[in-house]
């Protein structure tokens, strides 16, 4: 990722609160999530652009992952159809996106088969903030570490 980022001109920051707890899921897919979400940001991004990664836990333990870029934006009318399967939002600036429209759906659907929520708010022009939020039940927060649990099939 941090090539892309640099070819691009992109700045990364990536804040993690300091004593995250375990997430009890499947390593393999939260990465594909993650990755997926990245790659929109960075791929949606121009040059001289942010993009600002969060990981935090809530008060009463949920832990939630935030991935904000200052990129083109999705208008309030294209968000469902970015959500979509296969749906890709045409783009006002003259630029084409290669893609599947397959990444956000796939990973909506990934983050809900772990019991979570995943939450896409945009300015058109401004930018784009992804909010992946798995409940406490998942985390092992607060308290003393216990061990990890096996990850529940999904
Ligand atoms: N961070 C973002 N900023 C602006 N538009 C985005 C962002 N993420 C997704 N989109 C829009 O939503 C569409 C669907 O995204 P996605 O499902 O990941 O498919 P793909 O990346 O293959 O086009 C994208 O084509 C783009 O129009
Ligand atoms: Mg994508």
Known sequence: MLQRVQKSVITLDINLYEELSYLSADERKLEQVLLDLAVNAIKFT??????????????NGDITFQ??????GIAPEQVATALSMFGQVESTLAQKYEGTGLGLPLAKALVEQHDGTLKL????GVGTT??????????DYPGTPIPFKKPVAV
Do not use: E, Y
């Open 46 to 59: 121009n040059q001289g652009g942010k993009i600002l990664i969060d990981v935090w836990h809530d008060l």
């Open 67 to 72: 991935i904000a870029d200052s990129g083109i």
């Open 121 to 124: 708010q945009s300015t058109f």
């Open 130 to 139: 992804v909010t992946v939020r798995f409940p406490a039940a998942r985390s």
